[in-house]
């Protein structure tokens, strides 16, 4: 299996962005999938996660409200729309799957390679 992350940029604190996370190699609606980011100099940290039938999610406090992540089962593909983006926002995106929903990155067993999102104030 194979994840692709897309749609990262720069843009300006209150601008829109959507990430995509395309998978391949493997049949996707058996995953849950999360999105995690880790800015320069810190720790990898969870943004959000969302089971297999998309109807549950979970979110990192400090993204509620102004990101929400969603699925596509049919086209393999997973979402993060991230609305009022901050500079503290700033980071690389990683979309991640595996078998439990959860806001620990262990959890997950499946990677893909980042997409950088920069917001400037």
């Known amino acids: 299996v194979q994840l692709q992350a897309s749609g990262g940029g720069l843009v300006q604190a209150g601008d829109s962005l959507r990430l995509s996370c395309a998978v391949s190699?493997?049949?996707?609606?058996?995953?849950?999938m999360g999105w995690f980011r880790q800015a320069s100099g810190q720790e990898r940290e969870f943004v959000a996660t969302i089971d297999r039938s998309g109807r549950n999610t979970d979110y990192k406090d400090s993204v509620k409200g102004r990101f929400t992540i969603s699925r596509d089962n049919a086209k393999n593909t997973v979402y993060l729309q991230m609305n009022s983006l901050k500079a503290v926002d700033t980071a690389v995106y990683y979309c991640?799957?595996?078998?439990?929903?959860?806001?620990?990155?262990?959890?997950?067993?499946?990677w893909g390679q980042g997409t950088q999102v920069t917001v400037s104030s």
């Open positions: 190699g493997r049949t996707f609606s058996p995953y849950v």
């Open positions: 991640a799957a595996g078998q439990f929903r959860s806001v620990e990155a262990y959890e997950y067993d499946i």
